[in-house]
């Protein structure tokens, strides 16, 4: 598949150089204890992709979990609505320099799905993979964290295309590219495998409290 290049030159420059995306969306330097190293906020959240957007009806629409679990899962549309729903307000993070405060979350809270799954004593890493074919990877112990969730309402609504609806993950504790919209695959390894903007240079912690950008 074709990534657009030019966005991913720009982005990669930009997380080098602690620019924001636009100018025009800072509000002003505002002094806020929950706003971490290097980043300002905005209030029109910036919508950051490879140049593409998959479209996935709901009913095309699949969620597989497998790799080191004892109960590996494909869910349909109806199996994740079928889950007991989960909702929890967080920051965002955004290793190109914006923050957006409460941000209202609805899905599926990751600690949910893990109890489902069962990781194996062996399991330690996993890899997202997404329907643009992104990928990124976390360690377990950061996904099992109650805050950390698979997202389909934004502030009560149905999260749209562009911000990577039907369904994404959420780790608030992270830089948001360590959460992948569009989610399609999760897998569970023994071994850390690095996504999309880790092997290309992106810190694999990514840690906003850290200012820890780049690896
Ligand atoms: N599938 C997929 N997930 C992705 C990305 C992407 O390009 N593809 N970009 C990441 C990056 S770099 C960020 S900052 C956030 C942006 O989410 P937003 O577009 O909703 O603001 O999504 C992350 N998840
Ligand atoms: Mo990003």
Known sequence: MEFNEKTIKAKETMARHRRGISGREVDEDIQDDRLPPGQHIVNTWPVLDLGFKPEISLEDWRLTVDGLVDNPITWTWEDFQAQPPFASTSNFHCVTTWTQ???AWEGVSFQHLLALVRPKPSARFL??????EYTTNLPLVACDDDDVLLA??????PLSKDHGGPVRMIVPKRYGWKGAKWVKKITFSEKDQ????????YSNTALPWDDDRHG
Do not use: H, T
């Open 152 to 157: 389909y309402k934004w502030n009560g609504k």
């Open 101 to 103: 405060f409460d941000m």
């Open 194 to 201: 690095k996504g999309f903007w880790e092997v290309r240079g």
């Open 127 to 132: 890899l997202f993979e997404a329907y643009d």
